[in-house]
């Protein structure tokens, strides 16, 4: 154990300097083919192999942070997340069970119910900086990228759009990304928030409909 | 059918994914209900919206931070051991870790040096020798003899010495000017030390006179 807690650290900053992330594959695909996917990898994870370590890490890093940075929409906030995402994997992935769901859908519910432990923990300091401070920075931010004619690039698109999102309750904002940004299927969504089905259409119908009007606010639709 | 009913629907009919009949259910609705046309138009302007965005993606330190991380977390033996030996490692696992040994290794050094200090060494240690009594004893033996030994350290430095020298040879010259003070004061009235006319008065008659009357003796 020593030895291998000794050379370790070596072996994978070495390999995390040349590490890539996994190619971008929809958290959906994943989750539909994870039964078979990741299952051999986890078992792989509780012998103690470091390399399925790595595979699991580069595979889901993408989109614990994609899932983090569209909640929070900051940066730093979505690493600390993600680190602690991970964390929270390492130490109880032992409590992880192949029949009650597949892995993808029990890290997601993982890092959403993190999620939501941060937004509550931030909220009282939400509450404490006045509200007049936080609204024009972001509105600001918003109007700057509207454009006359409803076109956006991307990364404007992008921007705008987190801005647009935090105006959302958490229920519809987590809502909306796992379906829209996450891909994830409506039975999943269930699973993850533990919540039937028809409420997830109507969470994501309102979490929509919320959303067009902020953007039009925004100038960015017709 | 009601909106309520029709919810379901939406989600789908605004993706596209639903069957031809439940398409033409939801159309047919739509044509009666203004509210859930204007549901359906934000729900795809949203929609529209959000597929424009790009992919976010994570900065690069944040995958070497994960990996670096997975070490301390990947017990490769913990899979492997099992009943009491597992038991047995699952107690120790703390105590293993680097900054427990760390931590034991200062404990240890800061126990030795104060044992040293104290004058306590474990070879000849007995029983009788962890009284507390003997204990301060021996700690307070050893504090005295500790602190004479700066003190003659101090005292022996050349700096010291010479600052004791000057201060020396400062206060003798005072105690000699003093003396030498004292010893004029007192004998300015007798013995002058001076001639008469030192002190800028001419000499009466009685003064000058004795000087003359000597001199005729001679």
Redesign the interface.
């Known amino acids: 154990?020593?030895v291998?807690?000794m050379t370790?650290?070596a072996t994978?900053?070495r390999?995390?300097?040349r590490?890539t992330?996994a190619p971008?594959k929809r958290l959906a695909d994943r989750v539909a083919s994870s039964l078979d996917q990741d299952l051999p990898i986890i078992e792989r994870?509780?012998?103690?192999?470091?390399a399925a370590?790595?595979h699991l890490?580069?595979s889901y890093?993408?989109h614990v942070?994609?899932l983090c940075?569209?909640f929070t929409g900051s940066?730093s906030e979505?690493?600390d997340l993600?680190?602690e995402v991970?964390?929270r994997v390492?130490?109880t992935l032992r409590s992880f069970r192949a029949g009650q769901g597949t892995f993808a859908v029990w890290l997601t519910r993982l890092a959403r119910n993190l999620l939501i432990d941060h937004y509550r923990r931030s909220k009282l300091q939400r509450l404490s900086d006045p509200l007049e401070e936080q609204l024009p920075k972001l509105e600001d931010q918003a109007h700057a990228a509207s454009r006359t004619d409803h076109l956006?690039a991307?990364?404007e698109?992008?921007e705008v759009?987190q801005t647009a999102l935090a105006k959302l309750s958490p229920e519809l904002r987590e809502t909306?990304i796992l379906r829209?940004?996450q891909g994830l299927e409506?039975r999943e969504i269930a699973a993850v928030l533990k919540v039937p089905?028809?409420t997830v259409?109507?969470r994501?119908?309102r979490?929509?409909?919320e959303?067009?009007?902020t953007?039009?606010r925004y100038g960015?639709?017709? | 059918m009601k909106c309520a009913e029709l919810e379901g629907l939406i989600c789908d009919y605004v993706e596209a994914t639903l069957s031809a009949v439940e398409r033409q259910l939801v159309e047919a609705h739509l044509q009666s209900c203004e509210a859930c046309r204007a549901l359906v138009r934000d729900a795809r302007a949203a929609l529209a919206f959000t597929r424009k965005a790009p992919p976010v993606e994570p900065p690069p330190e944040l995958l070497t931070r994960l990996l670096f991380l997975v070490p301390s977390h990947c017990d490769p033996g913990a899979a492997q051991a099992s009943g009491a030996r597992a038991r047995v490692a699952a107690w120790f696992r703390p105590i293993l870790q680097p900054r427990f040994a760390m931590g034991m290794a200062m404990t240890i050094l800061s126990v030795s040096i104060v044992a040293r200090v104290a004058g306590i060494t474990p070879r000849q240690l007995t029983p009788t020798d962890l009284h507390p009594a003997r204990v301060w004893q021996a700690v307070d033996d050893k504090v005295h003899r500790v602190c004479e030994r700066v003190r003659k350290f101090y005292l022996s430095l050349r700096l010291v010495y010479e600052i004791q020298t000057q201060l020396h040879e400062w206060s003798q010259q005072l105690r000699e000017q003093d003396a030498a003070a004292a010893a004029r004061d007192s004998d300015a009235p007798v013995l002058p030390s001076r001639g008469p006319e030192s002190n800028g008065f001419p000499l009466s008659q009685d003064q000058a006179e004795p000087k003359a009357k000597g001199g005729t003796k001679q």
């Not at chain 1, 994870?45 to 470091?50: A, M, T, V």
């Open positions: 154990m020593a291998h807690s370790l650290p994978i900053l390999d995390a300097a590490a992330l971008t994870c509780l012998k103690g192999d470091e370590w790595e890490i580069k890093t993408r942070y994609a940075y569209r940066g979505a690493q993600t680190q991970f964390l390492f130490s956006l991307g990364r698109a992008s759009l909306a829209d940004l409506y089905e028809g259409k109507s994501l119908n979490g929509r409909a959303l067009a009007r953007l039009r960015v639709l017709p």
